[in-house]
C-alpha cells in the first residue's frame, strides 16, 4: 500500500467519506455481484416506468459504493432519485424500517427525502432480483465548511432527529456494540481467512484486548434509532436549510456516534466544535455527557467494521479496483498499529 492509500484510507474511516454499512444476513455480496452489474441504464428506466412514472431516458449514475444510485430526468421535467440495493444485503424489513423512520421525521417537519409510494402501494419494489426505491430529487450543495453557525443548525436538527429516533425500536436492524462491531466481524474476518497468515494471530490479539477493555464501557447504554453514517458529508444545504441524506445505514446505537461522526477531529479545533455542537444540541435535546467516553472505543469499532464492510465485498470488481491494497500485509500492520493507538488512547483517558 502506497503512503497515499494509507492516508487516504485513515482519513476516510475517521471522516466517514465512504460507506460503512452493516450486513445482517447471511448471504455473500459477491455471490450476486453479478447481478447488479447487470444493472443497464435500460433495466434503470424500465422500472422507474413500471413505478408509475415516465422518464426521459436520461439517466445519471450518483457517488455510491454500497448500492447503485442513479438520477432519473421525468418527462414532467423533475427527476427522482433511484436507489438500488446491493443483493444479498438487506431483508425488506430492514429496508421499510428505514422508510418508517424517513416517514416519521417528515411528519415532524424535519428535512430529509422521503421514499415515494409506488405502483405496487409499498416503497420498495424488484427488477431483475434487485430491490429498488424512489425518491424525490432534493436540490442543494454540500456546505463548504462546518462553521460555527453551521454547527449550531446541525446540533439542533440532529437532536430533533434523535427525538423522534427514541420513540421506537428496530427489531430488524443491526444494533452497534462491542458483539457485533467488534467480535462479530473479527470472527467473519478470521474464518473467511481475510488476514494474512503473518498478521491474523496479532490482529486478533490486538482486536481481543479492545474490546475486553471497552465491552464494560457500553453496558446500561441506552441505544435508539440513529443515522448511523452521520457524516459531513450526507448533509445538503438547500433552500430550507440544512437535511441529512441517506439513512440506509440507520442502527441501533448510542447517540454520541452521530456526534462524533459529525465532528471526528481530536485536536483542540476538533474539540471545540464539538462543544458548539453539544451546546446546540442540548437546546432541544438532554445529552448525557457520560457517552463521551465511548467516542474513541466507537472509533476503534469503526475501523474493524470499515475492514469488514470490504472484505465482505472484494470480489466485487468494483472493490478489487479500488481498495486493490486490501489485504495485503502491510494493510493489516498498519490496522494493528491503528488499532494499538487506539488502545493506548483509550487507556490513558478512560481507564
Known sequence: MSPADSVTLKLTRLSGGFRLPAMTDQIKSHELAHVFNELTPERVIHSVESAGHTPTGRVAILNSYENRVYRIELES???LVGKYYRPGRWSNETILEEHHFLKELDAEEIPTAVPLTLRNGSTIDEIHGIRFSLFPRILGRSPQEM????????????????????RETAAHRLYLTPAT???EN???LLENNHIPAEAARLYELVVRGLLERISPMFEDVPLQRIHGDCHFGNLIETRDGISFLDFDDMVMGPVVQDIWMLVPSIDDHGLAQRRVLLSAYQEIRDFDATQLRLIEPLRALRFIHYSTWIARRFEDPTFKHTFGYFGTLQYWQNEINDLREQIARIDTFYC
Open 77 to 79: 421535467g423533475d427527476s
Open 147 to 166: 462553521d460555527d453557525e453551521l454547527l449550531k443548525k446541525v446540533g439542533h436538527l440532529i437532536a430533533r432527529i434523535h427525538n423522534v429516533g427514541s
Open 181 to 183: 462491531y467488534g467480535m
Open 186 to 188: 473479527l470472527m467473519y
